[in-house]
Nanobody, 112 residues
Framework: VQLQESGPGLVKPAQTIYLTCTVS??????????WIWIRQPPGKGLEWIGA???????SYSPTLKSRTSFSRDTSKNQFTLQLSSVTPEDTAVYYC?????WGQGTQVTVSS
């Protein structure tokens, strides 16, 4: 299984980050796994954003839940992250992850 994140690298404050994780080599709806979003702000540790289970159930980080939404497109084997009302504190490398594998990460910078 391989994962690849995609999305805009620069977002303005108060806007929404839209990221897509494209999965190859296995189906997100049949592999018994959580499909996860994680981020790492500059100089800080990893932060779990949430997960969408292969069954479709979703879990969000309590600290980000009010601004986060996950979805998936099983026909494209993709799952997506929306993070709204962003501030510069949301600047980070965003990763998607699956069963024992991570994407390479994508830098998202929030700046006017």
């Amino acid at each position: 299984v391989q994962l690849q994140e995609s999305g805009p690298g620069l977002v303005k404050p108060a806007q929404t980050i839209y990221l897509t994780c494209t999965v190859s080599g296995g189906s997100i709806s049949t592999i018994n796994s959580d499909w996860i979003w994680i981020r790492q702000p500059p100089g800080k540790g990893l932060e779990w954003i949430g997960a969408i289970h292969y069954s479709g159930s979703i879990s969000y980080s309590p600290t980000l839940k009010s601004r986060t939404s996950f979805s998936r497109d099983t026909s494209k084997n993709q799952f997506t992250l929306q993070l709204s009302s962003v501030t510069p504190e949301d600047t980070a490398v965003y990763y998607c992850a699956g069963p024992g594998v991570w994407g390479q990460g994508t830098q998202v910078t929030v700046s006017s």
